[in-house]
């Protein structure tokens, strides 16, 4: 059974920092690209960040880029998404999910999905 299961969401202030982690089980980890996926309150969920099976490229959306670093642990099966300088517009549930093509923002792509964590950033 594939798990994907993202943890480290929270409450915190602007220009504050978190780090997400995407703990999976059930996939070959090293064969998968994972992304971040987030939807805010009444909006339609949006790319964040994607890394390719072996951490050689990374892609971004323009909003985090400088912001946000996505990484991952081939040996712990484990992604990661670090957000610093924090924005009430960042505020989302955030997702994990894993694909098997390259870095991409289509979240047709992406075959599994977390349930996502909550992120809240006050102004």
């Known amino acids: 059974q594939v798990q994907l299961v993202e943890s480290g969401g929270g409450l915190v202030q602007a220009g504050g920092s978190l780090r997400l982690s995407c703990a999976t089980s059930?996939?070959?980890?090293?064969?998968?690209?994972m992304g971040w996926f987030r939807r805010a309150p009444g909006k339609e969920r949006e790319f964040v960040a994607a890394i390719i099976w072996n951490g050689g490229t990374t892609y971004y959306t323009d909003s985090v880029k400088g912001r946000f670093t996505i990484s991952r642990d081939n040996i712990k099966n484990m992604a990661y998404l670090q957000m610093n300088s924090l924005r009430p517009e960042d505020t989302a549930v955030y997702y994990c999910a894993a694909g098997r093509n390259s870095v991409t923002a289509s979240d047709s792509e992406y075959f599994y999905w977390g349930q996502g964590t909550q992120v809240t950033v006050s102004s």
């Open positions: 059930g996939i070959t980890f090293g064969l998968y690209t």
